[in-house]
């Protein structure tokens, strides 16, 4: 069985947080039944940017890397508080242990400036939310921004520059976990 880390931010995107838990749900239920995702934040309850509001299975601070194959990150918004979680030193972390590890670590949109600002994507190739300033601010981090590339993987690592990117995450993400015939068969049951 391949366990799945969903580490959300508060304020995070709930569509690109939903893309994992459906993709990674149907496999469990309708692919090949390899997969299970566990929610982990920082607090208790955790609410998206639109205010739609989760209690997730487990804190950050109970988190093992060892049990786990790969972590997910969906990217949320800054109005909404989305730094606050995604840069504190505990999520930076948790992600630098995942890649210390070297597991999958999938991210969506602005998720890719945690893992930027925690050093991992150092002198590596990325993307990140494609209009206004966050492709500016991941280069700060020492990251070679791809910036016209939808989805960017160097080696463990993918990031992607906006929501309409999610389900394509989430299916690379299934197929590296899995196999590329099992995530086209998901995909068909899926409708895709």
């Known amino acids: 069985m391949k366990k799945i880390l969903l580490l959300l931010a508060n304020g995070f ?6 893309v994992f838990t459906d993709v990674l749900g149907w496999n469990k239920f309708e692919g090949d039944g390899t997969t299970t995702l566990v929610t982990a934040g920082m607090r208790e309850r955790l609410k998206c940017t639109w205010n739609f509001t989760i209690i997730p299975e ?3 601070s109970e988190v093992n ?17 989305f730094y606050e979680d995604a840069f504190s030193e505990d999520f930076l972390n ?3 242990e995942f890649d210390k590890a070297d597991k999958i670590i999938a991210s969506i949109c602005v998720a890719a400036l945690p893992i930027g600002k925690s050093g991992v994507l150092n002198g590596r190739n990325a993307t990140t939310y494609n209009l206004g300033k966050r492709q500016k601010q991941l280069s700060e981090f020492g990251v070679n921004v791809i910036p016209d590339k ?16 999610a389900f394509n995450v989430a299916f690379k993400l299934l197929e590296l976990l899995t196999s ?4 086209n068969n998901v995909k068909r049951l899926m409708g895709f």
């Open 13 to 18: 995107e709930a569509v690109e947080a939903s």
């Open 94 to 96: 948790l992600i630098r």
């Open 150 to 165: 939808p989805i960017v993987i160097d080696k463990n690592i993918i990031t992607s520059y906006n929501p309409s990117t």
């Open 180 to 183: 590329k015939e099992n995530c």
């Open 58 to 60: 487990m804190l950050l």
């Open 65 to 81: 890397v060892e049990e786990f194959d790969a972590v997910a990150i969906p990217g949320g918004f800054e109005e909404a508080g």
